[in-house]
């Protein structure tokens, strides 16, 4: 070998030849080509040998970039699939990429999927995003159960809860943005109402039950986590026994959406 790299908190040392890592990717072609450090010359000095220091990375997804450039492929597993894809966007190895999406697509699971579904969303890797949200779809409750779940930016989550396809009740999925919004209020240090704002919207009230309602003021007068506008208006299509005011698709249920009474009243056909 002729360079050497320092990678992570264990200071592991990685050994590979130059030559490989530079025609398989521009971004070790830049790194390698930099003048070594303390030199006068920088159009006749030699490229530094390294060590180059890589602290913010595991040495085990470090390695799996290194496999697939001297091997075409790689050896992922659940523990590092989804970083070894941050990895190949940072380094812009568009074929690692889709070795890494395939392989979270095909060992998905409950805990893991909001995670998935957050890095998606991050790198703009649209399939794996629709996956995994059909995946959630599919077992929403036990979703919503998830540390993943709680840890779920304020975009992504919203963009889960407009889906029709959600396979839990509406009462149960306010309950799991409450304590979604309490736990990034904590780590945002933020107030609830704020960090809530975007998903809240979502929230399809009307479909709740009067009594329901009552009760979820009443958590409410707490900590605030829905615009009293967003309840009255929830109480105004009881009234008016119809949407009146409320977008459409707040008075749709979901497909795990508990039948209520008055849900008749809210169908869109209704004047």
Same mark, same amino acid.
């Given at each position: 070998?002729?360079?050497?790299?320092?990678?992570?908190?264990?200071?592991?040392?990685?050994? =590979?030849?130059?030559?490989?890592?530079?025609?398989?990717?521009?971004?070790? *072609?830049?790194?390698?080509?930099?003048?070594?450090?303390?030199?006068?010359?920088?159009?006749?000095?030699?490229?530094?040998?390294?060590?180059?220091?890589?602290?913010?990375?595991?040495?085990? %997804?470090?390695?799996?970039?290194?496999?697939?450039?001297?091997?075409?492929?790689?050896?992922?597993?659940?523990?590092?699939?989804?970083?070894?894809? +941050?990895? &190949?966007?940072?380094?812009?190895?568009?074929?690692?990429?889709?070795?890494?999406?395939?392989?979270?697509?095909?060992?998905?699971?409950?805990?893991?999927?909001?995670?998935?579904?957050?890095?998606?969303?991050?790198?703009?890797?649209? #399939?794996?995003?629709?996956?995994?949200?059909?995946?959630?779809?599919?077992?929403?409750?036990? %979703?919503?159960? +998830?540390?993943?779940? /709680? @840890?779920? &930016?304020?975009?992504?989550?919203? *963009?889960?809860? /407009?889906?029709?396809?959600?396979?839990?009740?509406?009462? #149960?999925?306010?309950?799991?943005?409450?304590?979604?919004?309490?736990? &990034?209020? =904590?780590?945002? @240090?933020?107030?609830?109402?704020?960090?809530?704002?975007?998903?809240?919207?979502?929230?399809?009230?009307?479909?709740?039950?009067? &009594? @329901?309602?009552? +009760?979820?003021?009443?958590?409410?007068?707490?900590?605030?986590?829905?615009? %009293?506008?967003?309840?009255?208006?929830?109480?105004? =299509?009881?009234?008016? /026994?119809?949407?009146?005011?409320?977008?459409?698709?707040?008075?749709?249920? /979901?497909?795990?959406? *508990?039948?209520? #009474?008055?849900? *008749?009243?809210?169908?869109?056909?209704?004047?």
């Amino acid at each position: 070998s002729n360079v050497m790299f320092v990678v992570g908190q264990e200071q592991q040392k990685v050994f =590979a030849h130059r030559c490989v890592l530079a025609c398989r990717c521009q971004a070790f *072609r830049g790194m390698l080509s930099q003048t070594p450090v303390g030199s006068q010359d920088s159009s006749s000095s030699v490229p530094s040998q390294g060590p180059f220091i890589l602290g913010n990375v595991q040495p085990e %997804v470090f390695l799996a970039v290194i496999e697939f450039l001297y091997t075409n492929s790689v050896t992922l597993n659940s523990h590092i699939a989804l970083e070894v894809l +941050t990895s &190949s966007v940072e380094y812009g190895l568009q074929d690692l990429c889709k070795l890494c999406v395939k392989f979270i697509k095909d060992t998905l699971s409950v805990e893991q999927v909001c995670e998935a579904l957050q890095a998606a969303v991050t790198y703009g890797q649209v #399939d794996l995003q629709q996956h995994c949200l059909a995946f959630i779809e599919g077992c929403t409750a036990a %979703v919503v159960r +998830t540390q993943g779940f /709680r @840890e779920l &930016s304020d975009v992504v989550l919203a *963009r889960v809860l /407009r889906s029709d396809r959600l396979a839990v009740d509406e009462l #149960d999925l306010v309950q799991a943005v409450r304590e979604w919004a309490h736990v &990034s209020s =904590a780590v945002l @240090e933020r107030p609830v109402p704020e960090v809530a704002a975007l998903p809240v919207k979502e929230l399809r009230l009307p479909l709740l039950a009067p &009594s @329901e309602l009552v +009760t979820l003021e009443s958590y409410n007068q707490q900590d605030l986590l829905i615009p %009293v506008e967003n309840i009255a208006a929830a109480w105004r =299509a009881h009234a008016l /026994r119809k949407g009146s005011g409320v977008p459409s698709r707040l008075c749709r249920p /979901r497909r795990g959406t *508990r039948p209520r #009474d008055h849900h *008749r009243h809210l169908e869109p056909h209704t004047k």
